[in-house]
Every structure is written in C-alpha cells, then in structure tokens.
C-alpha cells in the first residue's frame, strides 16, 4: 500500500529535550496504524509536527505527495488530516451542533465566512449525522461545555469526521474512557476504516491496539524502534524490552485501561 | 416567547425615537446624545471583544482618531458649521478602520493579557502623538467650524444621528452572531488552537473583527467632536473611555447583544445624571467602584446572563412544580 502521510527523520527539541530524534512514520492509506511507546518517547509531538502545531527541527511531512512540513495547522486540516487531542479540546460555550458547524468547511476563505449564514442545510444535516453516529444528537443545543469527558471524546471525534478528511490522528482516543465506549469508538473506527478512512491511533491502551490496527510503530526516546504487525511488534524483543515488559509501563497500562 | 423577544426590541427602539421629543430638556437630550453614543461603542466594541474573549483597552485609539478625522477634515476642507458636517461621519469610521489594521496586526500577534497590555500601549503611542504632533494642534485642541444651531434644537439632530450609530451597531453585531465569522469568533474565544487546526484562519477572523468594530467608535468620535465643537488631545485619547466601555459590556452581559446596549445606558445615564446632579464631578467614580464590587461578587457574567439565568430557573422550576403537584395530590387521595 502506499503512504498517505509519511514523516522522515523528523527531529525536535524542547530545550535540552529531545523529543523527537531523527523518528521517521509512514501511515498507509486505507490502513489503521498505531502509534504507541512510553511515556515521553514523543508521540504527541510527532502528531502536533504532523498536524503543523509544532515546527521540526529537522526533516519532513508529506501528506498525499505535497510537503506539509512547515504548513500551518489550518492548511494542513485543508488538505484533509483531522486530529484530535490527548486532553480533549472542544468549544465549551457554544452548543455541541455548533461545534460541529465550525468544522464543516475544510478549506473556506475567511472572506467568504463574512456573508455566509453559519450554516447551511446540507452543513446541519452533515453536523446532525455525525452526532448521531457518535450517539450525541440529542444533546445538540447543549453547551459542548456540560458534556461528560467521554462525550467529550465523541464530540471531538465527530467534528473532525464532519469535517470528511482522508486520514484521522486519533490521540489516545480510550484514554479516560470506561469500557463500554471503548467498546463503541474502537467499533465505529473500523466502521469508518472499512469506509475508506485512514487512521492513525497514538494509544496506550493495548488491548485497543492490537484488537484494531493493521500495522504498528513503536516509538522510544523520540526515535521509532520498531514497525510491523501487531503480532510481529508483540513479539519483538526490543519492543519488550523498551516498553510492554518493563514492571513500570505495566502499571501505566493498567492505569490506562481501567481509567 | 418569540414574539416577545421583537416586541421587547421594539418597544426599546419606540422609547429611544420618541424620548427628544416627548423630553425637550437640553440637559437630558445631551445626556441622551451621550448615552447612545457610549451604546453604539460598547456594542461594537462587544462584536469583537465580547465574540472573540480578546479584551481590547485600546478602543480610545479609534474614538480619538475619528474625532481628529472630523476636527481636521471640517477645519482644512473650510466647511460651514452645520448639517453638512454629519457627512464627514462616515468617512471617519473608514479612517479609524484603517487605522485599525496596523494596530491590530500588531496587537493580535499576542493573546489574553498581554494583548490587553499591548492595547493599552498602543492607545498611549496615539494619545502622546496627539499631543505632541503639530498637525493635531498639540495640547491646544482645535475648534472646528460654529455649528449655528439654537441651544434648544442643538442636541436633537445629534440623538438621531447618535441613535442611528447604536441601531447599525446592533444589527452589525446580530449579522455578525449569525455568520459563519461569528462562529468563528466564538470558536477563537473557546480555544484559538483549535480552531486553528480546524481551519479558521484565525488571523485573518480575528483581525477582520478588530477591524469592523473600530468603524463604529471613529464615527462615534467623530460625532463626538461636532456635538462638543472642540476637541483636546486628552477627551478624545481618554484611558477611561477605554475602562468605561470595557466596563460597560461587562457590566451588562459580555458576549451577548443586549447586555452591551444595558450596560450602557444604565452606567453612562447615570454618570451623566451624577455628574450635573453633584457639584463634585468624582462622586460616580465611587459609585462605580461600589457598582462594579457588587457585580463581579453578584453576576459575574453581567446582568443579561444573570437575568437570563434566574428567569429560566423559574420556569423550570414552575415545570418541576408543575409535574410534582398532581402526583402530590394523587398520593393523599
């Protein structure tokens, strides 16, 4: 299959942090990769150069064979990757349907929202289809603010998937979630996947990864340690050895799936 | 409910129409031209800052601007004091609109505080320009042409024109609520991040509204400079033009359309009536400050919200009651 975004020798530091140290990732269209690793081996930062939230240091992004690297967040969602965040990150004093009008329109001129209506039909219809997919619609005229952090989490979701992009950056997505909505998001993304959507999944939740992705990369220390299947990444020593064997992660990952 | 919401408005609209003639008083019409003006600049001030939660205490910039546009236009253009003069309105708003968008490329480089911080800055840079530059006259003002009108009639043109200013700004700031670039607005107040990587070009929104909203206050202050016949560097550049209306919006409802339109006819009405009524021209400032203590500690979000709050309480309350009665009844029998 060929690589829909692909990042390669991707560095960043923070201070005399090295977040992500010459750290390459290729996601596959129409695939489900995870992305997983300790804590602080530098997932997060690898979406947020991704997504164009952070510039790197060095290397470079391609999304669908244009470079990305160094385009803003707003271009990036354009040309058609939606993310999510760790800690969900919603617009907590408008309503649920309204958060999900703002992301209706991928690439808008800024011009064109000045004489426009906030939406039109077929936006609402899209906004209400999708809250209903997520199990949200009868919440729409709620402020997004009172919803329960694991509606949070579909709201999130939902807004990005409206929004139609090809290729999803889901982070931690059963982080915080009781196992029934595990259940319910890891079905309705391959659901999506089956539909044509890519994905890629940072997610400490192992159960979750192994149960539902294609490939899986493992990152350590901001460099990637190991890709392949899940079976050939559960198998591999090294990867035991940096991450799933270790007595400390152990409890991080039971932290995690019982949160 | 509906139907109430238009007839409120309506009826608000009759009251402000009918008041210069049904009140004759120059000394309460002049309170009126003053009260609409600081209306018509709060809630233009409230379609940005209120929208977008980028606090602004720099709007003096655009209010002095307009009245110097005005002052400077009449005086070098020789234009006869008179009706004609309302005509340089307009293009005073478009001048403190251009003035706007340097000084918000500048200002909304930055967020939260320090944009507040940067605001203030920005008005100082204007207010000491205005003092020391020659062709504003320096601390000496200028005077623009005798508007030769009799003291009784004097301040009814400028009402209606004031009252146009508060009607175009609220329909401005509703247009804007309902756009596209409200929401907009809105999802840059709840997390500009976010927005941002969900494809509003969060500079280009945010400096558009910064932009909109100068128009208003350039027009205000350039009614502003007709109605006094004079200006000075330090009325038209006044940091506590900056605090008033900021106060204002929140004072009514920060964010919503009718708490700016509130807060500004209740604070400035009174600190017009305060200030003829008591020879000592400070006394509202601590009436004010007691004001103000009591709303931060009462209704944080303004008396709109507070309002809006209590009121729909009730009526859930009465619903409650409403469902527990005949059960209640149903019980003893």
């Known amino acids: 299959m060929a690589a829909l975004l692909e990042a390669k020798d991707v560095s960043r530091s923070f201070g005399g942090v090295h977040a992500l140290a010459g750290c390459s990732l290729s996601v596959d269209k129409g695939s489900i990769t995870g992305l997983i690793g300790p804590n602080g081996s530098g997932k997060t930062t690898m979406f947020n150069v991704m997504t164009g939230y952070v510039k790197p240091d060095k290397g470079t992004v391609s999304f669908d064979g244009h470079d990305?690297?160094?385009?803003?967040?707003?271009?990036?969602?354009?040309?058609?990757?939606g993310r999510t965040f760790q800690l969900t990150r919603i617009f907590a004093r408008i309503s649920v349907v309204e958060n999900m009008l703002v992301a209706t329109q991928r690439d808008e001129s800024w011009l064109r929202g000045l004489t426009r209506s906030k939406s039109s039909k077929s936006e609402l219809d899209a906004a209400m289809e999708w809250l209903d997919f997520v199990g949200l619609s009868r919440l729409a005229s709620m402020p997004a603010g009172s919803l329960s952090y694991g509606q949070r989490k579909l709201l999130e979701l939902a807004y990005v998937l409206v929004?139609?992009?090809?290729?999803?950056?889901?982070?931690?997505?059963?982080?915080?979630v009781n196992l029934t909505l595990i259940n319910e998001i890891s079905e309705k993304i391959l659901a999506l996947n089956k539909g044509g959507k890519t994905f890629l999944i940072v997610e400490h939740n192992m159960e979750f990864v192994m149960k539902i992705c294609d490939k899986v990369t493992v990152m350590h220390q901001g460099c990637d340690l190991v890709t392949g299947t899940p079976a050939e990444v559960r198998a591999n020593p090294a990867v035991l050895d940096a991450y799933l064997g270790s007595s400390d992660d152990e409890f991080d990952e039971e932290e995690d799936v019982s949160a | 409910?509906?139907?109430?919401?238009?007839?409120?408005?309506?009826?608000?609209?009759?009251?402000?129409?009918?008041?210069?003639?049904?009140?004759?008083?120059?000394?309460?019409t002049s309170i009126g031209v003053l009260t609409l003006m600081f209306m018509a600049c709060t809630t233009s001030w409230n379609m940005f800052s209120g929208y977008s939660g980028y606090v602004s205490l720099g709007s003096a910039i655009f209010f002095g601007s307009g009245a110097y546009t005005m002052a400077l236009v009449s005086t070098h253009a020789h234009m006869a004091g008179g009706a004609a003069l309302f005509w340089l309105i307009p293009l005073a708003g478009l001048v403190a609109m251009v003035i706007a968008?340097?000084?918000?490329?500048?200002?909304?480089?930055v967020r939260r505080h320090t944009f507040v911080v940067i605001t203030i800055a920005l008005f100082f840079v204007f207010q000491l320009l205005a003092i020391n530059a020659s062709f504003t006259g320096g601390a000496a003002g200028i005077y623009i042409p005798l508007i030769p009108w009799g003291a009784s009639y004097y301040n009814v043109p400028f009402y209606y024109v004031a009252l146009g200013m508060v009607i175009f700004a609220t329909l401005l700031s509703a247009a804007v609520r309902r756009s596209r670039f409200g929401l907009?607005?809105?999802?840059?107040?709840?997390?500009?991040?976010?927005?941002?990587?969900?494809?509003?070009?969060?500079?280009?929104?945010?400096?558009?509204?910064?932009?909109?909203?100068?128009?208003?206050?350039?027009m205000a202050g350039a009614l502003y400079c007709m109605l006094q016949g004079q200006i000075y560097p330090q009325f038209v550049f006044d940091p506590t033009f900056d605090i008033t209306v900021a106060l204002m919006a929140f004072l009514g409802g920060f964010g919503t359309l009718l708490g700016p339109l509130l807060g500004g006819l209740i604070l400035e009405a009174s600190q017009q009536y305060l200030t003829q009524s008591f020879s000592n021209g400070s006394l509202y400032l601590i009436l004010f400050g007691v004001l103000f203590l009591l709303v931060i500690l009462f209704m944080p979000q303004g008396i709109v919200v507070a309002v809006s709050q209590w009121w729909n309480g009730r009526a859930q309350r009465r619903e409650l009651k409403a469902t527990r009665d005949p059960a209640a009844v149903g019980a003893h029998t």
């Open chain 2, 101 to 109: 968008v340097p000084v918000g490329a500048i200002a909304l480089r």
């Open chain 1, 68 to 81: 990305v690297t160094n385009a803003r967040p707003d271009k990036i969602f354009a040309l058609g990757i």
């Open chain 2, 184 to 218: 907009q607005l809105l999802a840059i107040r709840d997390d500009e991040d976010r927005a941002l990587g969900l494809g509003v070009r969060v500079t280009a929104v945010k400096l558009t509204g910064f932009t909109m909203s100068a128009f208003t206050f350039g």
């Open chain 1, 163 to 176: 929004a139609d992009p090809d290729v999803i950056l889901l982070d931690e997505p059963a982080g915080g």
């Open chain 2, 1 to 28: 409910m509906s139907k109430a919401k238009p007839t409120a408005w309506g009826l608000g609209l009759a009251v402000l129409i009918l008041f210069p003639i049904i009140e004759t008083n120059p000394a309460w």
